[in-house]
């Protein structure tokens, strides 16, 4: 079974200082690492994905992520948080193994950026 | 524009009444998924389908039904509805098996009362 965790219900961070937003994963095989983030009232938007190759990858907004296979991690960064940036995150992972559409998501970390 | 659109937004019903939200998408994908999103357990998948008459159960698919009769189509059906079905559900698609990234409807807020 594949499964995501966000061990943070909640990160706060200040505009302009650098943010990460924590994921961990399990997956049998290789795993297909993706971010969403949700503004109010909307639907996921996509801001990245890993699916092999450099294992930093970079996104929408400015936002990057690191894929980490030893510490089975995938955490969002960004170096310069803006207040734009608040809304609610989520990993979610998808094993290569899996021939369907079986993607799993975590919990979710919301964002917080004060001015 | 390429999209994914669910109807309807927002529905207030009572246990036991039939209803069905629907889901298309314009980007002739072939990929489509339900989701439902309640507060601290994130999106969990209720069913997927891959192609049109295909469709296999996600991690949460009981007191659903859904159908693919239409490429674009993928209606999600609640025959029976209670109370703990009240929740946040999104539609989804993706061009096919080698894509990777997933398009999001707006999302239906559904209560049973």
């Known amino acids: 079974a594949q499964s995501v965790a966000q061990p943070e219900d909640q990160v706060n961070v200040a505009e302009g200082n650098p943010l990460t937003v924590k994921c961990t994963y399990s997956?049998?095989?290789?795993?297909?690492l993706f971010w969403y983030v949700q503004y109010p009232n909307r639907g996921l938007q996509f801001l990245l994905k890993?699916?092999?190759?450099?294992?930093l990858v970079k996104g929408s907004y400015g936002f990057e992520a690191e894929f980490n296979k030893s510490q089975t991690s995938f955490h969002l960064k960004k170096p310069s948080a803006l207040v734009s940036d608040s809304a609610l995150y989520f990993c979610?992972?998808?094993?290569?193994?899996?021939?369907?559409?079986?993607?799993?998501f975590g919990g979710g970390t919301r964002l917080m950026v004060k001015p | 524009e390429a999209q994914v659109t669910q109807n309807p937004r927002y529905l207030i019903t009572v246990t036991g009444k039939k209803l069905t939200v629907t889901c298309s998408q314009n980007m002739n994908h072939e990929y489509m998924s339900w989701y439902r999103q309640d507060p601290g357990l994130g999106l969990r998948q209720i069913y997927y389908s891959m192609n049109v008459e295909v469709t296999d159960k996600g991690d949460v698919p009981e007191g659903y039904k859904v159908s693919r009769k239409e490429k674009r189509n993928f209606p999600l059906i609640l025959e029976s509805p209670s109370p703990n079905q009240t929740s946040l559900y999104f539609c989804?698609?993706?061009?096919?098996?080698?894509?990777?990234?997933?398009?999001f409807g707006p999302g239906t807020r559904l209560t049973v009362t």
């Open positions: 979610a992972v998808r094993d290569s193994n899996n021939a369907g559409n079986m993607l799993t």
């Open positions: 890993y699916i092999t190759g450099d294992n």
């Open positions: 997956v049998s095989g290789n795993p297909y």
């Open positions: 989804a698609s993706r061009l096919g098996p080698t894509s990777y990234e997933q398009y």
